[in-house]
């Protein structure tokens, strides 16, 4: 009797570990998939790419509003400030008009003189009247500034409160166009946003929005940061 009560416990014990391990396998294999579907989700709260370029970079692009003497508002681009008081934008943009006003993202609006502008190269210097402390965006240091098939990303304001950033690649760091040197781009530029940056992955400026091309679809106009700095040059001297 002894011995059948014996073999009973010893039964009993091992159907007790046998589902206490079916238990423990259950758990761990629950565990590992949603353990690793919240790391997946940290990983995705990590800014990269286009996102990673535009909250790094975006506030310092402005919304242009130039006026005529009679003050009615002859036309409407891009800029963006690059620090110490200074903003570019297009030299088309600003061309025959006699006052300017940047309109950022926050509403408040600041007042803006020229310079100095270049029309062959397309690109001009402004001062940010009362300028508030905000993000500037640095030129690229890079040599040469920017690359065949890099990465580039375009800031702007096709619309007046519609700011946007769109992404392509260098088609050509240096392109003839008219007689003058071009950076090609084939990140999408719609009006509005001549004057605005064109950027790297690092945020940092490799081109300033002129225009398109007619005859090439897809292809858009920047001008270079070497030409980008002949102008900061000539309006330090």
């Not at 919240?38 to 692009?61: D, I, P």
């Not at 619309?159 to 260098?170: A, P, Q, Y």
């Amino acid at each position: 009797m002894e011995r059948k009560i014996t073999t009973w416990c010893l039964r009993n014990l091992m159907i007790g570990v046998t589902v206490l391990l079916l238990i423990v396998a259950c758990v761990s294999s629950f565990t590992k998939p949603l353990v690793s579907f919240a790391e997946g989700s940290a990983q995705a709260n990590v800014a990269s790419g286009a996102e990673k370029v535009y909250l790094s970079s975006a506030q310092a692009v402005f919304y242009l509003k130039a006026y005529r003497k009679d003050g009615t508002l002859k036309t409407v681009g891009s800029g963006f400030l690059i620090g110490n008081g200074r903003a570019l934008t297009a030299a088309h943009v600003v061309k025959d008009a006699v006052s300017y006003e940047a309109v950022f993202e926050d509403g408040s609006i600041q007042k803006l003189l020229v310079l100095g502008a270049d029309g062959d190269t397309d690109v001009a210097l402004l001062s940010v009247k009362e300028p508030l402390k905000r993000q500037v965006l640095a030129l690229s240091d890079d040599k040469p500034s920017a690359r065949h098939g890099q990465r580039s990303f375009a800031i702007g304001y096709p619309l007046k409160d519609g700011k946007i950033i769109t992404e392509g690649i260098v088609n050509a760091p240096t392109a003839e166009v008219n007689d003058v040197i071009r950076l090609l781009t084939s990140a999408q530029v719609s009006p509005g946003m001549s004057g605005g940056p064109l950027l790297n992955e690092e945020g940092r400026v490799i081109g300033l929005i002129s225009g398109s091309f007619r005859t090439m679809n897809g292809i858009h106009i920047c001008v270079t940061v070497e030409d980008i700095r002949k102008l900061l040059k000539k309006s330090n001297t």
